[in-house]
């Protein structure tokens, strides 16, 4: 979805052009069910951020297949990004670790991961020769 990639690599420009065209700002990609928001706030581009919610009208409530918001993984991700969704009117809510199941296991996992990303370099680098666990999970 070319939203989803303006969105991750916090190309505002793109985004701006695609959303002209009519991009849906919340569709939801097919295997976790994120948005593009989502997807900005894991990558952490808080000028994504602004222009999707305020001028875009991206749904600060769109829930990941897991149940999750953007505001939920700004959180775990990044708290100044937690703090611009509330001010745009995110919702505050606890993770749902209740609606967690062995059945999302998978995507729970894939999904932390993916938090990672940004680290990736440095945890390799650390740990490319010595097999510690962390590079094994990574």
């Given at each position: 979805m070319p939203l989803h990639l303006a969105a991750m690599n916090g190309h505002v420009s793109i985004a701006k052009l695609l959303c002209c065209f009519g991009a849906n700002v919340n569709a939801m990609e097919g295997k976790y069910?994120?948005?593009?928001?989502?997807?900005?706030?894991?990558?952490?581009?808080?000028?994504?951020l602004h222009f999707l919610v305020s001028q875009c009208g991206a749904s600060t409530e769109a829930e990941t297949?897991?149940?999750?918001?953007?505001?939920?993984?700004?959180?775990?991700?990044?708290?100044?990004?937690?703090?611009?969704l509330a001010d745009l009117g995110a919702q505050t809510r606890p993770c749902p670790l209740e609606k967690f199941s062995s059945d999302d296991e998978d995507n729970y996992v894939d999904s932390n991961l993916s938090l990672t990303a940004p680290w990736r370099p440095q945890i390799d680098k650390n740990t490319l020769l010595t097999n510690e666990a962390l590079h094994l999970v990574a």
């Open positions: 069910g994120r948005t593009a928001l989502h997807y900005t706030v894991e990558r952490r581009h808080p000028a994504m297949y897991s149940g999750y918001t953007a505001h939920q993984i700004a959180m775990a991700a990044e708290p100044v990004l937690a703090a611009l």
